[in-house]
């Protein structure tokens, strides 16, 4: 197989979800065991993810890995109970945020207790998108503080939302952005004003969430999809309709075609997937390192979807 277009980094979301029934530890090792097989060695986590139950699990499976063969991150800001049942992912009762120094430092301590190492790689503020000040004044700080003890390596901000990445990255020094899901083929809010601001300053972007949830995998018809957490809407499925029948003009999956459209972009260092089984990593591989012809990209524009690959 040749290399995919763009590196990849493996979110580890799934090992803290508590909403439906978590995987168990064998399929964990069993996913954990053939993403590093297929050469992966970028992965990511949160405490929000189970309260600690997705660090706590990925410590595990790194135990023994010598810890100069990956890269790893974790997050500071949105926290929930540990194995909290999840009934709303976007705003889950119980969950809370703190973008304070004091929470900060104790947060990453205790991430690095969890995840059984001495230091992150990155270290992101996550979804402060209704208090981009506190994170300025407390959390950020706080991180560039770990970042000189040599206890995280870069400092960057996670969120949905390309407006809070472009108000924080305006203020402050940043190293990465995660931006989940706001360049895709359902939303491309990231391309006029944030990802020229990251060329500009040389921040690496990290994009997750390339499906929006599940739509842009699964295709309109699937009844468990989702679009951003949610079940989609009528125009969002009818969307995603046209969307796959262009593609299908051109022999290309919607799924190839989400994944190329993400990772085209030249603000875009790497792509972030979920966990997933060894077979559907191996679709997204494979997908990644097949070509998709360069007239999909016009017939996308008649849908009022811009090229990737456009300059404002």
């Known amino acids: 197989m040749s290399q995919p277009i763009k590196p990849l980094g493996l979110g580890f979301g799934l090992l803290g979800t508590s909403n439906v029934a978590p995987i168990s530890d064998a399929q964990a090792e069993a996913m954990f065991a053939a993403a590093w097989a297929m050469g ?42 540990y194995a909290a049942r999840i009934s709303n992912p976007k705003a889950n009762p119980g969950d809370w945020r703190d973008y304070s120094r004091d929470a900060t430092l ?13 230091r992150l790689d990155i270290a992101f503020v996550h979804d402060c998108d209704d208090d981009p000040d506190a994170a300025l004044d407390g959390a950020l700080p706080a991180l560039a503080e770990l970042k000189a003890q040599g206890v995280v390596g870069a ?17 402050a020094e940043l190293d990465v952005l995660m931006v989940a899901g706001r360049f895709t083929l359902l ?14 300053r040389g921040t690496q972007v990290e994009l997750a969430s ?9 295709g309109p018809d699937d009844p468990a999809t989702r679009f951003d957490y949610q ?17 299908a003009a051109h022999d290309v999956t919607l799924k190839r075609a989400a994944l190329h459209y993400s990772a085209a972009h030249p603000a875009v260092t790497r792509l972030v ?32 979807i811009p090229a990737p690959t456009e300059q404002p």
């Open 40 to 81: 992966l060695r970028r992965f990511d986590t949160a405490p929000l993810y189970g309260g600690g139950l997705s660090e706590e699990r990925l410590g595990r499976l790194l135990r023994g890995v010598p810890r100069g063969d990956y890269l790893l991150s974790s997050k500071v800001g949105r926290y929930r109970d």
């Open 106 to 118: 104790r947060s990453v301590e205790q991430s690095l207790t969890r995840l059984g190492t001495d």
């Open 155 to 171: 400092l960057g901000v996670g969120s949905n939302f390309a407006a809070t990445h472009l108000a924080l990255l305006r203020e």
């Open 187 to 200: 939303d491309q809010s990231a391309a006029p004003d944030l990802f020229p601001l990251c060329r500009q």
């Open 210 to 218: 390339p499906f929006n949830s599940g739509i842009l995998a699964t």
């Open 231 to 247: 079940p989609p809407d009528a125009a969002t499925r009818a969307k995603v309709h046209a969307i796959q029948k262009a593609c």
């Open 273 to 304: 997937l979920g966990l997933t089984a060894p077979a559907g990593l191996r679709s997204n591989l494979a997908d990644l390192s097949a070509p998709v012809p360069a007239a999909l990209w016009p017939a996308l524009a008649s849908l009022g």
